[in-house]
């Protein structure tokens, strides 16, 4: 059975997500973490991405990052999973597979979803039940987009510059997005969609990539995703 196509557009959102082989852990040690990191920002620059949110955890990664060609995306992270492998295999004594296939994606529409997304991903080690804030956190994006520490892989998007006039006024309205965790039907459309890399978006924006890609992405519905649909983290 063939691949199912990648939809990618550049200069539209995308929220990425790889996990682990059976969902084992991909990182083992704080130097893992780093390196990893190291290869997505080569990668990024090489390729042309921006990344706007991450979320390194246990034993999968979140990204939501714009890429600049149609094949931006694809080669930064075959780039990203070559290395971190190689390393990994080496570092560990291990061989085989690490990742669990391909990484899912889904095109996400900015002007609704960019901002939820980016407290999606940045929220994962809270509803983890690892931290009891984001800023607790040292493998995310969180302390760069609200706290203002410096960070070379991220770069912010429009309208995360748009939050408000000054540094100050974005920190505090950026921070203020995390008073309250999203709706749960935010929550699973965003996680649906990753998961069946369909559109994070309403019908709208699903016919727009229809007719940006100019073929017709095969859900079988388009209503209000089932709140009891099984999902994942």
């Known amino acids: 059975m063939p691949r199912k196509a990648r939809m990618y557009l550049p200069g539209v959102p995308c929220h990425i997500i790889q996990r682990g082989n059976n969902r084992d852990t991909c990182f083992y040690a704080e130097q893992d973490y780093q390196f990893y990191l190291e290869c997505v920002h080569d990668a990024s620059k090489r390729y042309g991405v921006k990344i706007h949110a991450y979320v390194l955890m246990t034993n999968h990664v979140h990204f939501l990052m714009t890429p600049e060609y149609k094949d931006s995306i694809s080669l930064s992270m075959q780039s990203v ?108 459309l965003i996680k649906n969609s990753t998961m069946f890399s369909m559109p994070t978006g309403d019908n709208h924006f699903k016919d727009q990539i229809e007719q940006a890609l100019n073929r017709k992405l095969g859900y079988a519905r388009r209503g209000r995703p089932n709140t009891m649909d099984r999902t994942c983290k």
């Open 81 to 188: 999973g070559r290395r971190y492998v190689q390393y990994i295999n080496k570092e560990y004594c291990r061989t085989g597979t690490l990742w669990e296939g391909r990484h899912k994606s889904s095109l996400v529409d900015a002007d609704q979803y960019l901002l939820k997304c980016m407290n999606y991903i940045e929220l994962n080690p809270v509803r983890a039940n690892m931290v009891e804030h984001p800023s607790e956190y040292r493998w995310s994006s969180y302390r760069c987009n609200a706290l203002a520490v410096k960070n070379p892989l991220i770069s912010h998007h429009l309208l995360y510059e748009a939050l408000g006039l000054n540094v100050e006024d974005r920190l505090h309205a950026y921070q203020s997005l995390f008073d309250y965790d999203l709706e749960q039907y935010d929550i699973n």
